[in-house]
């Protein structure tokens, strides 16, 4: 028996296109304050290139985006740019990139009809998320679904992000039930399908191609609803 359905949240509920948006109107805003003659997909490409391998590492430790970001940006542009960054005000770029995805991020069409039609039965609501706090709770405030929740168990609380079981399983223990009780609806096939399998649970993967470890497959987050009605 079903007793808590999961979801992840970035390119699971809110669209990953539009997140990427965010970032290249950032990328922009950041290109014209420094009079950088490079276009904003140029420099998200540069910027990804050398915050991902430090985002490596949270799996097995929490390193909140803030700070990788803090520490990475100055030296991507000082060093590639020449920019100086001695006066860089932190406050304007976190502002810019909270504005930015305020403007530009969305929803997936299905996903609030999706998400409500999970809250009307007798199951659990939960998020299980690996992004920063702040952004987080911010996007979902956005969106309006912060209040359909019953759980969100994110990485920086929890002190690991996917796929460490640990993050899964601190979900589970809010929900009151074991991962044999659960499903997960998430993108990724590293760090949400074999996360969540890890610890016995039922997945729904959003995605193209081959995942051993989705137990189902969908390309449209308003498929759930069909998938789930006969365990519920």
Not at 149 to 158: G, M, Q
């Amino acid at each position: 028996m079903i007793k808590a359905v999961f979801f992840d949240f970035g390119a699971t509920l809110m669209d990953g296109e539009s997140d990427r948006t965010a970032h290249r109107e950032l990328m922009r805003e950041v290109a014209e304050s420094l009079g950088l003659s490079i276009s904003a997909d140029e420099l998200l490409v540069l910027f990804e290139g050398v915050i991902f391998p430090r985002a490596s590492i949270r799996p097995r430790r929490w390193v909140t985006t803030r700070q990788l970001v803090e520490e990475t940006l100055p030296a991507l542009l000082g060093e590639r740019f020449g920019a100086d960054l001695e006066t860089w005000d932190w406050d304007w770029f976190w502002k810019t990139y909270f504005d930015t995805h305020r403007e530009h991020a969305s929803l997936f069409p299905a996903a609030r009809r999706t998400l409500d039609w999970v809250k009307a039965r007798d199951v659990h609501l939960g998020l299980i998320s690996d992004i920063d706090d702040d952004y987080l709770y911010f996007q979902m405030d956005t969106f309006g679904i912060t209040g359909l929740f019953d759980s969100i168990t994110t990485s920086e609380a929890v002190g690991v992000g996917k796929p460490n079981p640990k993050i899964f399983l601190a979900a589970l223990e809010q929900a009151g039930c074991s991962g044999g009780e659960a499903v997960y609806v998430g993108d990724s096939r590293e760090k949400d399908m074999m996360g969540a399998k890890a610890v016995g649970m039922m997945t729904i993967w959003l995605g193209s191609g081959e995942c051993p470890e989705a137990d189902h497959q969908i390309d449209d987050i308003g498929s759930v609803p069909s998938i789930l009605e006969p365990e519920l």
